[in-house]
């Protein structure tokens, strides 16, 4: 059964970077046709989608936050990374690593839900 | 970008009830991109429906989906203890990213 487990630093200084990364286990990136995406949930808030990648690298990124953000996956570690530039304290929440499935990267279809997400890690922008 | 509006913002009904949970699309969108989501506090989301009304693995059949274009239901048919939770519609559209609606919470 496929598990995924977000890890970094939990403070990060406005105007820094803040850098996660995902550990896929149970299954490989590389063999998925899945997606693998980033959303976040700010304290006592609703949920925002961050950006997905595929294994080849293809990646969709949320408009409101593109220029900040950077999404890439490294399949000998089974593992798929955010970096989000110039945090301010907007940017604290809690932010999970999902698969993002449902699509079919070959024909072009995108992928549709999110399943199964990591249990989510809290990071906190202050100075 | 298609924005999801849920209703009500919160439900409160007694074990054994019927929850009816409503998403509604500022644009028409695909069934197939339609899901539902269940979280409770502490946790992350679980995926309980896609493509509107198909359950994911694992989900009792108490719970189900319905809708089109710009309409969903979440319908609960009879609220188990563990069902008192927070749950998130979200959508995927060609002119617009996966958004999420403000959610509904569902208490005792």
């Known amino acids: ?127 | 970008e298609i924005v999801l509006t849920q209703s009500p913002g919160t439900l409160s009904l007694s074990l054994g009830e019927r929850a009816t949970l409503s998403c509604r699309a500022s644009q028409s969108v695909s069934s197939r991109y339609l899901a539902w989501y269940q979280q409770k506090p502490g946790q992350a989301p679980r995926l309980l429906i896609y493509a509107a009304s198909s359950r994911a693995t694992g989900i009792p059949d108490r719970f189900s989906g319905s809708g089109s274009e710009t309409d969903f239901t979440l319908t609960i048919s009879r609220l188990e203890p563990e069902d008192f939770a927070v749950y998130y519609c979200q959508q995927y559209g060609s002119s617009s990213p996966w958004t999420f609606g403000q959610g509904t919470k569902v208490e005792i």
Request: aromatic share 12%; net charge neutral; charged share 15%.
């Open chain 1, 1 to 127: 059964q496929l598990q995924l487990q977000e890890s970094g630093p939990g403070l990060v200084k406005p105007s820094e970077t803040l850098s996660l990364t995902c550990t896929v286990s149970g299954g490989s990136i590389s063999r998925s046709s899945d997606y693998w995406g980033w959303i976040r949930q700010p304290p006592g808030k609703g949920l925002e989608w961050i950006g997905s990648i595929y294994e080849s690298g293809t990646t969709y990124h949320n408009p409101s936050l593109k220029s900040r953000v950077t999404i890439s996956v490294e399949t000998s570690k089974n593992q798929f990374s955010l970096k989000l530039r110039s945090v301010t304290v907007a940017d604290t929440a809690v932010y999970y690593c999902a698969t993002h499935g449902g699509g079919d990267f070959w024909s072009g279809r995108p992928p549709a839900f999110f399943d199964p997400w990591g249990q989510g890690t809290l990071v906190t922008v202050s100075s």
